[in-house]
C-alpha cells in the first residue's frame, strides 16, 4: 500500500466518524432550546440544559422527559412531560413570556407542588402552539388563574385536564375557546371556590365535560351551558366530593348524559331551559336535587341513587318530562307522583325503602314496571296497572297480581317475570269487538278485551300495542297484499303463548297526491263534458268508489287504477270556482278542494275590418276539440256566419250592420259559451248620419253650410285659423286643433316627476292625474278581485330630448300575491318639449309639445274566469264649471267630453292659471300585442267643495296576458287678442276666468255641446 492510499483511507474514517457524531446530535432551533432550559430551570428536571443531545429523548428520568421528532426535516419538540422537582440550581428567566415550540403535540405536568419562580403562571405561557393536541396540567402551584383564551391560537387541542391545582381559586372571566377540543376534565382542588361558565365560552367540538368540586360551605359554581358555546350535544358530569356544596347549572343546550353525583350532601339547582333536550339525567347519593323547568325539558331518561329534593314533603318526585321513557330509583326512598309521562316505557325500583306505592298513578302508562331486590314494597298489584308489563325478582313480597290479564300471557316473560304460581283452574278469556278489519294505508286498530301485548308478527304483519289488553294496532308490511278485495289472514296475538284468531281485512285508505301541481286534482273542459282527474298515493282500485262534487252532482268514474280516478261530469252543473269534491267507498270518504276554471272560449281581442266592417275577427283561445257547435252573435240579435275557425282565431261575417256604438258579443263553441259587452265599436257606417258623412256641399236643416256652421259654431275658429269646407278648423301655427284652435301650445310649464308613484303634473299648475287601482269584473260588471296601486319603485332618467320614468308595482299584501303569483305591474311616464309621434300597436299616435305620455302594462293576472276582464281606475280633480273669455264672451269648457254617442270618455280638460290642460283617452288598448277596443267610462264624480269635484275614470282592458293603454296629457296657453276696453265693464274684470258653479250632481248629468266642440279623433 502506497503513502497516497493510506491517506485516502484515512481520510474516510475521519469522515466516517464525523458523519456519526454529527447524527447523534441533531440542532434544535434556539426558540426552542430557549423552551426547554426554562422549563428545566423552573421545574427543577434532571436534565442537561442548552444541548438537546442531552435533553432529547433522554430515558435516564421516566417522569421528565424532552421527546424531539424530524418533522418537515427539521429536528423539533414534539413532547413534554414534567412529573415533580427534583432540585433547583438556576432560577429561570423572569422576562419569558410564551413557549415557542412550534411542533409540540402533548404537554403535561404532575405533581409540581413546588416551582422555582412561583409569580410565573404557567397557563400564560401556553399560546401559540398550532400543533399542540393534548394538554393535562396537576397539582401545578403556579397555576393561579385561567387566564383568557379568546385570542390564544391552539386550534389542535383536543384534550385538556386541570386537576388539583392548590392555588387556583377561581376560574371566571372570558371563558375557554378552543375549536377543537372535545375531552374537558377540571377538577378542583379545596381552594377552587368559584366557577363560572358562560356564554364567551367556544367549545363547539366539545363532547364530553367532566367537573368535579371538592371545596366547601362558601364556594360558588355557576354552570351556565348555552347552545352557541357547545353545540355539539356533550356528556356532562358533575361531581362534588365535600359536604354543603352549592351548584346552580342552566342548560339550553342539547346534551347526551348529564350526571349528577355528590359523596357528600350537596345542593344541585338545575334550570332547564325550554330548548334543553337531554338523554340521560342521572343523579346519585345524598344529593339535594332543586330542578327549574324539569318538566319542560326534553329527557329521555331518568336514574335517581339516593337523592333527596329539597323542600318537598315525603321526598316525593312532583313532575316529569313529557318525553321521558325511563325511570330508575335505585337505594332510594322516593315515592312516584302522579302524573308519569305518557310516553315512559320503564320504571325501576331498585334496593328501594319504599314501603308504598301509588299503583294508580300506572293506570295512564304501558311500561315494564320492575320491582328487584325491594322486599318492602309488599301486598297486592291491582287490576289498574294492567297496562303494563310485570317484572317482579324472586325476592318480592307482591302476593298476588291481576291474574286475569297477566295469566294468560304468563309464557311469556317480557310480559311477566314472577315466581308467584299461575292458579291451576285458570281459563283465559278473549274477545274481539270485530274480526273485519277495514284498513287505512295498510293499518287499523284491533280492539277488544285482554288481547294482549302485541306481538312481534311476522314478514307480512306488525302487531303492536296502542293501549294493552285493549287496542292493537294491526299493520300490513306485505306489498303484495296492500290491494284486492276483502281477504283472510290469521293474526298471532302472541308467539310465545301460541295464541292465533282468524280476521279479513280490505284496505279502504284515500289519501289525493298533492305533491306538485302536475299530480294535484284538476278538472279539465272536454268538448261535451267536464272531466275531473285525482291523482292518489293511496287507494285501492279493487272496491268501488264514487265522486261526487258540492255534495250532490255526480262525476261518472271512467278511469280507476292504483294510483288515478278520473271521471265525468255535465258542463251545465259545475260552476266555476272552487268546486268542493267527495271521494267516496262502502268505509270510507275524503274530500278536497278543487279550482274548476273554465279555460275556454276565452277572447283576448277583437277586431272590425276596416275595409269590410260585416267581418270580424276575435283572437284568444277556442279549445282543441275542433270548435264544434260555433256561433257568434253580436248584441244579442245579429248573427255572425262562422267563416273561418281555429283555437286561437275564429272569423265571422255579419248578417247586417249594427248601429254605430259599442257592440256584444254572445259565442258558443262545444258545450260552453263567452259573454262580453262592449268588445266592438261600430262607427262611420250607412246606418247612422253623422256630420262627418256628410259631402262637403250639403247644407245642415238650418240651411247653412258645415263650414258656415263652423264659423258660426267656434267664432270662426277662435281667430287663429279658418274653418274649412267639412266644417272642421284648419289652425294657425302652434294651436290646438282639439279646441277649434282656442289655445296655444305652451313652451313653458315643465312637468313633476314623483319618485314615489306615478302621476302627472306640471310645474305652476295645480294638476295630478294618479292610477290607484286595478279590478277583476265579471260579467255582470261586479268587482271579483281588486288591487290598489298604491307602493312603487321607480326608476328616472333624464336626457335633454326626453324624460322617462318607469314605475314597478310593489306587491306587498300576501293575499294578492297568492291570487296573482305571476302579476307584474308597470307604468311608464315620459315628457318631451317636442313633438313626437309613437307607435301604439299598429297606429301612429302624435303626441303635442310638452305633454306627458302616461303608459300601463298589466301583465300575468290570474282571471278567476274567462268571462271577466280587467279595468284599471283613474283618479284626478276637475273644476265643477270653467270657462274662458274671448271677444268680450265667455266660452264654456267642459270638463269631460265624449264620443259623439256619448259614450266613451275621450277628453278630460281642466283650466287652472291661464293654462288648460288636456287628457286625451284613446279608444283603444294593446291585448297580448293586438288592438282592441278599450272603453273609457267615468265612474263616479264627488264633490270636494263648492268649485272642485275628484273623478275617478275606469279604462276598461279585455282578458289579456299582457294588457297595455296609453292616455297622454298636454298643457294648453288660453289666448285672449281682444283689448279689453272695448269690453263692457262687467267683462273687464280678467282676460280669461274660471267661472265657479254648483256641482254638476250626476255622470249623465254632465253636459256636453257636441255642436259647440268639434272634436278630431
Not at 510 to 531: H, T, Y
Not at 547 to 566: A, E, K, R, Y
Request: charged share 15%.
Amino acid at each position: 500500500m502506497n503513502q497516497s492510499q493510506s491517506l485516502w483511507i484515512s481520510s474516510v474514517i475521519v469522515l466516517i466518524i464525523y458523519l456519526s457524531t454529527c447524527c447523534n446530535s441533531q440542532p434544535l432551533l434556539l426558540d426552542e432550546i430557549d423552551s426547554v432550559t426554562f422549563l428545566i430551570r423552573q421545574y427543577g428536571m434532571p436534565l442537561v440544559e442548552g444541548d438537546p443531545s442531552k435533553f432529547c429523548n433522554n430515558v435516564s428520568s421516566s417522569s421528565h422527559r424532552i421527546e424531539c421528532q424530524m418533522v418537515d426535516g427539521l429536528y423539533h419538540v414534539t413532547g413534554i412531560s414534567i412529573a415533580g422537582y427534583v432540585t433547583f440550581t438556576e432560577m429561570p428567566d423572569p422576562t419569558f413570556r410564551s413557549l415557542r415550540l412550534s411542533q409540540l403535540t402533548k404537554f403535561s405536568i404532575f405533581g409540581t407542588s413546588k416551582v422555582s419562580n412561583q409569580s410565573i403562571n404557567v397557563m400564560t405561557l401556553i399560546n401559540n402552539l398550532p400543533q399542540l393536541q393534548t394538554l393535562a396540567i396537576l397539582y401545578d402551584s403556579s397555576v393561579t388563574y385561567i387566564p383568557d383564551m379568546l385570542t390564544y391560537n391552539l386550534p389542535l387541542v383536543n384534550q385538556v385536564i386541570l386537576s388539583n391545582l392548590v392555588n387556583l381559586n377561581s376560574i371566571t372571566g372570558t371563558g375557554l375557546s378552543l375549536p377543537g377540543l372535545k375531552d374537558l376534565t377540571i377538577n378542583g382542588g379545596r381552594t377552587l371556590l368559584e366557577m363560572r361558565i358562560d356564554n364567551t365560552w367556544r367549545l363547539p367540538s366539545l363532547i364530553s365535560c367532566m367537573l368535579t368540586f371538592n371545596a366547601g360551605v362558601s364556594s360558588n359554581y355557576t354552570l351556565d351551558f348555552a347552545q352557541e358555546s357547545f353545540p355539539s350535544t356533550p356528556n356532562i358530569s358533575v361531581y362534588t366530593n365535600i359536604g354543603n356544596a352549592t351548584i346552580d347549572i342552566s342548560f339550553a343546550n342539547v346534551i347526551d348524559q348529564l350526571t349528577l353525583s355528590a359523596i357528600y350532601p350537596a345542593k344541585f339547582n338545575i334550570k332547564f331551559q325550554p330548548s334543553a333536550s337531554i338523554n340521560l339525567l342521572t343523579s346519585s347519593e345524598l344529593n339535594l336535587f332543586n330542578p327549574v323547568n324539569l318538566a319542560s325539558a326534553q329527557l329521555k331518561e331518568l336514574t335517581f341513587t339516593n337523592i333527596q329534593f329539597e323542600n318537598l314533603p315525603n321526598y316525593t318526585i312532583p313532575f316529569y318530562p313529557d318525553n321521558l321513557i325511563r325511570i330508575n330509583l335505585q337505594d332510594s326512598n322516593q315515592s312516584v307522583y302522579t302524573p308519569l309521562p305518557t310516553k315512559l316505557s320503564s320504571f325501576n325500583f331498585k334496593n328501594s325503602q319504599v314501603t308504598t306505592v301509588p299503583w294508580e298513578i300506572f293506570g295512564t302508562t304501558f311500561a315494564t314496571l320492575q320491582i328487584e331486590k325491594s322486599p318492602s314494597i309488599v301486598g297486592t298489584i291491582p287490576d289498574s296497572i294492567c297496562r303494563n308489563k310485570l317484572n317482579l325478582d324472586p325476592t318480592s313480597k307482591i302476593t298476588s297480581i291481576p291474574g286475569i290479564l297477566f295469566w294468560c300471557y304468563s309464557k311469556d316473560t317480557n310480559i311477566l317475570k314472577t315466581s308467584i304460581v299461575k292458579p291451576s283452574t285458570f281459563v283465559c278469556n278473549i274477545t274481539f269487538d270485530t274480526q273485519d278489519l277495514v284498513l287505512f294505508n295498510h293499518s287499523t286498530i284491533v280492539t277488544g278485551k285482554n288481547i294482549g301485548w302485541g306481538s312481534s308478527g311476522s314478514s307480512t304483519y306488525q302487531f303492536n300495542a296502542i293501549i294493552p289488553n285493549k287496542q292493537i294496532e294491526f299493520t300490513l308490511i306485505d306489498p303484495s297484499l296492500f290491494y284486492g278485495t276483502k281477504q283472510s289472514i290469521q293474526i298471532n296475538l302472541n308467539t310465545m303463548q301460541g295464541i292465533s284468531y282468524p280476521f279479513t281485512f280490505v284496505e279502504a285508505g284515500l289519501e289525493i297526491n298533492n305533491s306538485s301541481e302536475v299530480v294535484r286534482p284538476f278538472f279539465k273542459q272536454l268538448s261535451d263534458s267536464i272531466q275531473l282527474e285525482v291523482n292518489f298515493l293511496l287507494i285501492n282500485p279493487y272496491i268501488e268508489h264514487t265522486i261526487w262534487i258540492d255534495g250532490n252532482i255526480p262525476c261518472i268514474v271512467t278511469t280507476n287504477t292504483s294510483t288515478q280516478l278520473q271521471c265525468a261530469a255535465n258542463v251545465s252543473s259545475v260552476i266555476p270556482g272552487y268546486r268542493v269534491i267527495s271521494i267516496r267507498n262502502e268505509y270510507n270518504s275524503i274530500t278536497a278542494n278543487v279550482l274548476y276554471t273554465v279555460e275556454y272560449p276565452i277572447g283576448n281581442s277583437y277586431e272590425i275590418d276596416q275595409t269590410d266592417i260585416q267581418n270580424l275577427t276575435i283572437y284568444g283561445f277556442f279549445g282543441a276539440y275542433g270548435q264544434n257547435n260555433l256561433t257568434v252573435i253580436i248584441n244579442n240579435t245579429i248573427n255572425c256566419r262562422i267563416t273561418q275557425k281555429s283555437q286561437a282565431i275564429v272569423q265571422c261575417r255579419l248578417e247586417k250592420i249594427p248601429n254605430n256604438g259599442p257592440a256584444s258579443i254572445y259565442m258558443t263553441i262545444d258545450s260552453y259559451f263567452l259573454s262580453r259587452p262592449n268588445v266592438f265599436y261600430f262607427k262611420n257606417n250607412n246606418n247612422n248620419n253623422s256630420s262627418s258623412s256628410s259631402s262637403s256641399s250639403s247644407s245642415s236643416s238650418s240651411g247653412l253650410s258645415p263650414k258656415d256652421q263652423c264659423q258660426q259654431l267656434t267664432d270662426n275658429c277662435f281667430g287663429h285659423g279658418e274653418c274649412n269646407d267639412q266644417g272642421k278648423c284648419q289652425c294657425d301655427q302652434n294651436y290646438n286643433p282639439i279646441d277649434n284652435c282656442s289655445n296655444q301650445f305652451t313652451n313653458s310649464t315643465k312637468p313633476n316627476i314623483d319618485p314615489n308613484e306615478p302621476s302627472a303634473s306640471f310645474d305652476g299648475v295645480e294638476f295630478k292625474f294618479e292610477i290607484i287601482s286595478i279590478q277583476e269584473l265579471n260579467l255582470d260588471d261586479l268587482i271579483i278581485k281588486e288591487l290598489p296601486t298604491d307602493i312603487w319603485s321607480s326608476n328616472i332618467t333624464i336626457t335633454d330630448e326626453l324624460t322617462t320614468a318607469i314605475y314597478a308595482l310593489n306587491i306587498t299584501n300576501q293575499t294578492n300575491l297568492d291570487s296573482n303569483p305571476n302579476l307584474n305591474v308597470t307604468t311608464t311616464l315620459t315628457f318631451s318639449s317636442n313633438a313626437r309621434t309613437v307607435m301604439f300597436g299598429s297606429q301612429q299616435l302624435y303626441i303635442d309639445p310638452n305633454s306627458i305620455k302616461l303608459s300601463v302594462n298589466v301583465s300575468g293576472w290570474d282571471y278567476d274566469s274567462n268571462l271577466s276582464y280587467l279595468r284599471v281606475l283613474f283618479k284626478t280633480s276637475i273644476n265643477n264649471n270653467q270657462s274662458f273669455s274671448l271677444d268680450c264672451k265667455e266660452h264654456t269648457v267642459d270638463s269631460l267630453s265624449y264620443d259623439p254617442l256619448g259614450s266613451d270618455l275621450q277628453y278630460l280638460r281642466i283650466i287652472k292659471d291661464n293654462i288648460q290642460l288636456n287628457g286625451r283617452f284613446i279608444d283603444y288598448s294593446l291585448s297580448d300585442g293586438r288592438e282592441t277596443y278599450s272603453k273609457t267610462q267615468v265612474l263616479s264624480i264627488t264633490s270636494n267643495n263648492d268649485t272642485t269635484s275628484t273623478v275617478v275614470i275606469g279604462v276598461i282592458l279585455s282578458q289579456c296576458q299582457e294588457c297595455i293603454l296609453d292616455p297622454d296629457f298636454t298643457p294648453l296657453l288660453i289666448v285672449n287678442d281682444t283689448d279689453e276696453s272695448s269690453c263692457d265693464n262687467e267683462n273687464q274684470s280678467n282676460t280669461w276666468r274660471i267661472i265657479v258653479g254648483v256641482v254638476v250632481g250626476g255622470i249623465g248629468a254632465i253636459a256636453l255641446a257636441v255642436g259647440s266642440i268639434i272634436l278630431i279623433l
